[in-house]
């Protein structure tokens, strides 16, 4: 059970953490107040109550996870049509308090979530997350068993400040087929193997002055099967340190995606592996069939 350390004076209680319907409009601000928190006021990624509101009353769900009276995550989701015209469900935002990030809420929340979907007879949720979050990724396609077939540039538009500021906001959709046997696998905690031998195509090395993840070339024409893409631990430690080396990691995994999902591969998997003194954070792509 994810539990959340209350502050100072209460630090040795620990509260569970209850994941329910939004049902009142002082539930919808906190989730408004959330989103500043772990975006910052002004970022692009923003949903206001009565967007929540409105998907909540109209088929979709606006999930709330609680430590006690504290809201500490949620996720809100609005029916829509996959490009065959079946129905879906479009997963618009979820938050997390920066405190829980790590901790469990957004897998809680997400399994919430597929389980209203599936009790409304739907199978397919649809999400776009940023691929240089390394976090996201790794919860999308590792526990939660996404693949990821399309990229969209600058989705949003470019943030003058918050999370998002300084890089184009370019985004991976995430489909989540609620009952393929892969999806079914990792929510019963039965785990990918990954990839024994998938050669990487894009070279990336520790710069030895800063410590921080350089790209020193990129493949765009391998045609194996399985083939990785490495991308940094953490965006944002980058961005403090280096907007410049930020957009080049933006611009070339551009280029990568674009490049193979053209060729008929999608991103399978996303893991953590070794490598020469570190931990390399790589996607999987795989030939679609």
Aim: hydrophobic residues 45%.
């Amino acid at each position: 059970m994810v539990t959340l350390q209350r502050s100072s004076e209460e630090s040795a209680v620990s509260l569970p953490i209850e994941v329910r319907r939004l049902d009142s409009v002082e539930e919808y601000r906190q989730c408004e107040k959330l989103q500043a928190r772990v975006w910052g006021p002004d970022d692009v990624v923003r949903v206001p109550a009565l967007v929540m509101v409105a998907a909540q009353v109209n088929g979709g769900f606006a999930f709330g996870a609680f430590a006690g009276e504290r809201l500490v995550g949620f996720v809100l989701a609005s029916p829509g049509l996959s490009d065959a015209g079946k129905v879906k469900q479009c997963s618009i935002l979820m938050a997390v308090d920066p405190e829980l990030q790590s901790n469990g809420v957004g897998y809680k929340l997400k399994s919430a979530q597929r389980e209203a979907a599936l009790a409304q007879g739907i199978d397919l949720i649809t999400w776009t997350f940023d691929p240089l979050a390394s976090l996201n990724a790794y919860l999308n396609l590792n526990k939660l068993g996404c693949v990821a077939t399309r990229y969209f540039v600058d989705l949003y538009g470019t943030a003058e400040s918050g999370l998002n500021a300084g890089l184009p906001t370019d985004r991976l959709l995430a489909e989540w087929r609620l009952r393929e046997p892969a999806v079914v696998d990792r929510l019963a905690g039965v785990s990918a193997a990954p990839p024994a031998a998938a050669p990487t195509v894009n070279e990336v090395v520790l710069d030895p002055r800063s410590g921080l993840p350089v790209l020193r070339g990129v493949n765009l024409v391998r045609s194996e099967p399985l083939l990785l893409v490495e991308v940094p631990e953490s965006i944002s430690a980058i961005k403090q340190a280096d907007m410049e080396l930020a957009r080049r990691w933006r611009s070339t995994l551009r280029e990568v995606f674009q490049s193979y999902f053209a060729r008929s591969y999608h991103a399978a998997g996303f893991y953590r592996l070794p490598g020469e003194g570190r931990v390399r954070h790589c996607f999987v792509l795989e030939q679609t069939a």
